[in-house]
């Protein structure tokens, strides 16, 4: 008798132990899943993405930002700001990825606060751009493009952290996602030459946010 009950309990907390390790392969599977859809989605796109320079961990970080701060204010015209902001926005989320990879959290959380900002700065712009009347479509359509790509190194980004426990910076690169998606619409509406292209990238963006929908839906109900 005294055999059965150390062997149920033994069975009992081998299960305990084991549902942690069961729900974190379904979370990863599913995000597995998502990142895998956004890069078919956007196979047909080359990705821009820079080799990274120095990373928000380095001494002398602060001087690459003063850089990029002087560049950009020392920029008028609204259609050349933006495309600064997003070559510099590009650079921040290559420094992210590099972050990561190198076990580099805390890193990884400023580098893509940067990136969100100028994200951010690169729609304002391209808005002033047209708004004065200016053709910003090659422009737009290359943010549009890019913002897409973005999201597939996102994700898996977003992957690594998760699958480290580190929820604080997966949780700022979740919010980077939502960014993206933003920026991509935006960058869509500012596109009034090519109907065509206009419509196929449109479409992309809303394949790709209802994959990350449904993936964190399902998340949630297996939680």
């Given at each position: 008798?005294?055999?059965?009950?150390?062997?149920?309990?033994?069975?009992?907390?081998?299960?305990?132990?084991?549902?942690?390790?069961?729900?974190?392969?379904?979370?990863?599977?599913?995000?597995?899943?998502?990142?895998?859809?956004?890069?078919?989605?956007?196979?047909?796109?080359?990705?821009?993405?820079?080799?990274?320079?120095?990373?928000?961990?380095?001494?002398?970080?602060?001087?690459?930002?003063?850089?990029?701060?002087?560049?950009?204010?020392?920029?008028?015209?609204?259609?050349?700001?933006?495309?600064?902001?997003?070559?510099f926005a590009e650079e921040k989320l290559?420094?992210?990825?590099?972050?990561?990879?190198?076990?580099?959290?805390?890193?990884?959380?400023?580098?893509?606060?940067?990136?969100?900002?100028?994200?951010?700065?690169?729609?304002?712009?391209?808005?002033?751009?047209?708004?004065?009347?200016?053709?910003?479509?090659?422009?737009?359509?290359?943010?549009?493009?890019?913002?897409?790509?973005?999201?597939?190194?996102?994700?898996?980004?977003?992957?690594?952290?998760?699958?480290?426990?580190?929820?604080?910076?997966?949780?700022?690169?979740?919010?980077?996602?939502?960014?993206?998606?933003?920026?991509?619409?935006?960058?869509?509406?500012?596109?009034?030459?090519?109907?065509?292209?206009?419509?196929?990238?449109?479409?992309?963006?809303?394949?790709?946010?209802?994959?990350?929908?449904?993936?964190?839906?399902?998340?949630?109900?297996?939680?």
């Amino acid at each position: 008798m005294k055999k059965l009950l150390v062997t149920g309990t033994m069975l009992v907390v081998i299960s305990m132990l084991a549902l942690p390790v069961f729900a974190q392969e379904l979370e990863t599977n599913s995000q597995d899943d998502a990142a895998q859809a956004i890069e078919e989605e956007t196979s047909d796109i080359v990705s821009t993405i820079p080799e990274p320079g120095l990373t928000p961990d380095s001494p002398f970080y602060f001087l690459d930002t003063l850089v990029e701060d002087v560049d950009l204010a020392l920029t008028r015209a609204p259609e050349k700001k933006a495309k600064k902001a997003f070559a510099f926005a590009e650079e921040k989320l290559a420094e992210t990825q590099d972050s990561v990879n190198k076990g580099k959290q805390n890193a990884a959380e400023k580098a893509t606060k940067r990136h969100d900002k100028l994200l951010a700065d690169t729609n304002e712009n391209l808005g002033k751009a047209k708004a004065l009347g200016k053709d910003v479509d090659v422009l737009a359509t290359h943010v549009a493009e890019q913002t897409l790509k973005h999201l597939a190194v996102k994700q898996r980004v977003y992957d690594k952290l998760v699958a480290k426990g580190n929820l604080n910076a997966a949780e700022a690169v979740k919010n980077s996602m939502d960014k993206s998606l933003n920026g991509h619409e935006k960058a869509v509406e500012a596109i009034s030459k090519n109907k065509a292209n206009k419509e196929k990238l449109d479409n992309k963006g809303k394949a790709i946010k209802n994959k990350i929908r449904e993936v964190d839906e399902k998340e949630g109900d297996e939680d």
